[in-house]
């Protein structure tokens, strides 16, 4: 018990300064204009709205604690997604997930340069390697603005089927980003499964054809999945 009430502490003295910060924003009104104004650069472009949501919560992030992130951008920057027809569980969703990863996101990335200085790396080297690593997480939460499905909003099959793309998706596009999926992959290889991965990336339920694109995407991530099989199988065959 006394363990959890040090612990506590500390989130009480974050949530104390978030607190203080959107006290103020209140009363200025800074945040209503915040709003307003992200609002009125998008236009009616919902995309456009989502990239000023996704940098303004990865510089607000940066070097913040979690808690205390996600309190200032959930008073900050969902109400302008909300207000676009974002619902409010994709927006509160986008901006944890971007307020996140400003931690791996140059050049105030945090959990990139800690590692860095245990491993004795570079750290901006390190940044950009976690951003490559990490890159799925830079594109799910347009997913889930998108597409509420993904955050189980929806039909029943509509869910399954836009759940299982996606994590097809991410698989095969981390398979050409590192360059390896069942076994090593030529530069040809890799932009395929970038093609096939984006293809099966797009929602189903974004656009009356989107579900055709998602299908050749399937029929392209298997003609691919099933060649490296048997190339596989060859090779090691062979040894």
Not at 34 to 48: C, D, M
Not at 66 to 88: F, H, K, Q, R
Not at 114 to 132: L, N, V
Request: glycine residues 10%; contains cysteine.
């Amino acid at each position: 018990m006394r363990q959890t009430g040090s612990n506590v502490l500390d989130i009480i003295m974050i949530c104390c300064g978030a607190g203080v910060v959107i006290g103020v924003l209140a009363i200025t009104g800074l945040g209503f204009g915040l709003t307003l104004t992200l609002v009125s650069l998008a236009g009616k472009n919902l995309f456009v709205l989502l990239l000023l949501c996704a940098a303004v919560s990865i510089v607000l992030g940066m070097g913040m604690p979690t808690i205390g992130v996600y309190v200032l951008l959930a008073a900050l920057v969902a109400p302008a997604m909300v207000e676009a027809g974002v619902s409010p569980m994709a927006a509160h969703l986008f901006v944890l997930y971007f307020g996140m990863m400003s931690f791996i996101t140059p050049p105030v990335a945090v959990a990139a340069f800690a590692a860095a200085s245990i491993a004795k790396a570079d750290p901006f080297r390190t940044g950009f390697t976690s951003m490559r690593f990490g890159w799925m997480a830079y594109i799910v939460p347009f997913l889930f603005a998108f597409s509420p499905t993904l955050i189980m909003e929806g039909e029943p099959w509509r869910i399954v089927f836009d759940v299982l793309t996606a994590l097809a998706s991410i698989w095969l596009i981390s398979a050409g980003v590192v360059g390896y999926g069942l076994r090593m992959l030529n530069p040809g290889e890799r932009a395929i499964n970038i093609v096939a991965g984006a293809m099966l990336l797009i929602p189903a339920s974004l656009f009356a054809t989107a579900i055709w694109i998602n299908f050749a995407g399937v029929a392209l991530g298997g003609t691919l999945i099933a060649r490296e099989l048997v190339t596989r199988r060859k090779l090691l065959a062979a040894h």
